[in-house]
């Protein structure tokens, strides 16, 4: 099956820090989903990005299809911000549906 | 709007009892996915139904996990009897349709004695 790979596995910052996390993925892809998992465990879907570059406040995404990659940008970072983040992308099942594939994640602590 | 909703959020039970969890997915939405995510690990996907079909569940222990979504709307996911390596999050997740951008509930953690 596909197979997905996030880095760094672990990231500190220091509050107002910048940083890129990374993607890769073994297959091509129609879709891409960058999620945030916070510290009580709730999944929050930030993005969904087939291919090209969207922004949501603080955070933009970019994604490579061709070269099988994506970024995830995180500007001005805040405590708030700490958790993991994960990205995941479909594989195609004998059924004929597409099923997210995750990676580990990246874990990120902003400390103040 | 309002989201995913799961119960219970947390359960301790000892090994070879049963657990059902309950999820009611986004109005409108007709996938439902029920994943088992294991401490440091990213989700995996035991299920997914379209409206009240199943359309994958090749991950599925089927031999002590059961799932249905009667009328294509909530869902329950069962275990029985569990064991000591289902003890994880058990999350429910919902889009409008399969492919589509994915909506998380809260998770249910369960811990198996």
């Known amino acids: 099956g596909i197979q997905v790979e996030q880095s760094p596995p672990d990231l500190i910052l220091q509050e107002g820090a910048n940083s890129t996390l990374r993607c890769n993925f073994s297959d091509s892809v129609n879709n891409l989903q960058w999620f945030h998992q916070n510290p009580w465990g709730q999944l929050i879907n930030l993005f969904y990005?087939?291919?090209g570059t969207k922004q949501n406040g603080r955070l933009s995404a970019t994604t490579v299809a061709t070269e099988r990659y994506s970024l995830l940008y995180i500007s001005s970072s805040q405590t708030t911000d700490s958790g993991v983040y994960f990205c995941?992308?479909?594989?195609?099942?004998?059924?004929?549906?597409?099923?997210?594939?995750f990676g580990k994640g990246t874990m990120l602590l902003v400390s103040p | 709007e309002a989201g995913v909703a799961q119960s219970p959020r947390y359960k301790i039970i000892e090994k070879r009892q049963s657990v059902a969890f309950w999820c009611n997915p986004i109005s409108g939405h007709a996938t439902l996915y029920w994943y088992q995510q294991i401490l440091g690990q990213g989700p995996k996907l035991l299920i997914q139904f379209q409206n009240n079909g199943v359309v994958d569940d090749s991950q599925l222990p089927k031999d002590r996990f059961s799932a249905e979504r009667l009328k294509g709307v909530d869902s329950t996911l069962k275990i029985q009897p569990a064991k000591l390596e289902d003890s994880a999050v058990y999350l429910c997740?919902?889009?409008?349709?399969?492919?589509?951008?994915?909506?998380f509930g809260a998770g249910t953690r369960l811990s198996v004695l």
């Open positions: 997740a919902s889009s409008v349709r399969g492919g589509r951008k994915e909506y």
């Open positions: 995941a992308v479909p594989a195609l099942m004998n059924s004929g549906y597409s099923t997210l594939t």
């Open positions: 990005i087939p291919s």
